[in-house]
């Protein structure tokens, strides 16, 4: 596609339920990144997917953060058993190869309430 | 972990003026790029920059990789340039983009 396409946009969930966020990357871009980024904060780097190398998961904050990227394309990002600090915007990221630029899609906005 | 700081963390500016936004990081980034986060939350990416000096249109940007910092320049700045403004650096072998604390803009009319 011409662009980062993240879905949903919005996501309210209840404390508790599991939740999936999609990123749909750029056509050829092997590099896709997650990243958070809480009300007011700067972007909190979550997990990072290289074509078929093992994924860089350093940035998850608990076990019940998870994500996938199926055929190297789309994006999975998992959330279980959603708790209320999990609110934040979850931005995902792609770029054609590692460490070069990279472009953001338009985030989805997670409400736990 | 590596530190990527911005300054001025605030910056208020009446259109029409000019300004400098800088971005040091505490230890070697590779591929240096500059983001606009518009108020609607979307980043923008508006400078892929290593090294050297990049312009495009009312703004440019400098990268000196060897002495750690980078400078985003903005001139004759329009309401439309608030926002946040983000550098970010990739580290770990390329593997983590890692963001700066951001410079929050807001220009007046």
């Known amino acids: 596609g011409a662009g980062v396409s993240q879905s949903p946009s919005n996501k309210v969930t209840e404390k508790g339920k599991d939740v999936e966020l999609r990123c749909d990357p750029i056509?050829?871009?092997?590099?896709l990144y997650w990243y958070r980024q809480s009300l007011g904060q700067g972007l909190e780097f979550l997990i990072y997917?290289?074509?078929?190398?093992?994924?860089?998961k350093s940035g998850l904050p608990s076990d019940r953060f998870s994500a996938e990227r199926t055929g190297g394309s789309v994006s999975t990002l998992t959330i279980q058993r959603t708790q209320q600090e999990d609110s934040a915007v979850y931005l995902c990221?792609?770029?054609?190869?590692?460490?070069?630029?990279?472009?953001f899609g338009q985030g989805t906005r997670l409400t736990v309430v | 972990g590596i530190q990527v700081e911005q300054s001025p963390p605030d910056l208020i500016l009446q259109e029409g003026a000019n300004s400098t936004l800088r971005c040091n990081f505490s230890?070697?980034?590779?591929?240096l790029q500059w983001f606009h986060q518009n108020p609607w939350g979307q980043l923008i990416n508006l400078f892929y920059i290593p090294s050297g000096t990049k312009q495009n249109g009312r703004l440019s940007a400098t990268t000196v990789a060897t002495e750690r910092y980078s400078l985003l320049y903005i001139s004759s700045s329009q309401t439309t340039d608030s926002g946040v403004y983000f550098c970010a650096g990739f580290t770990g072998g390329g593997n983590k983009l890692t963001f700066g604390t951001g410079t929050q803009l807001k220009v007046e009319l």
């Open positions: 997917f290289q074509g078929n190398s093992a994924p860089d």
């Open positions: 990221a792609t770029s054609y190869g590692q460490g070069t630029e990279a472009f």
């Open positions: 056509s050829g871009h092997t590099a």
């Open positions: 230890d070697s980034v590779n591929n």
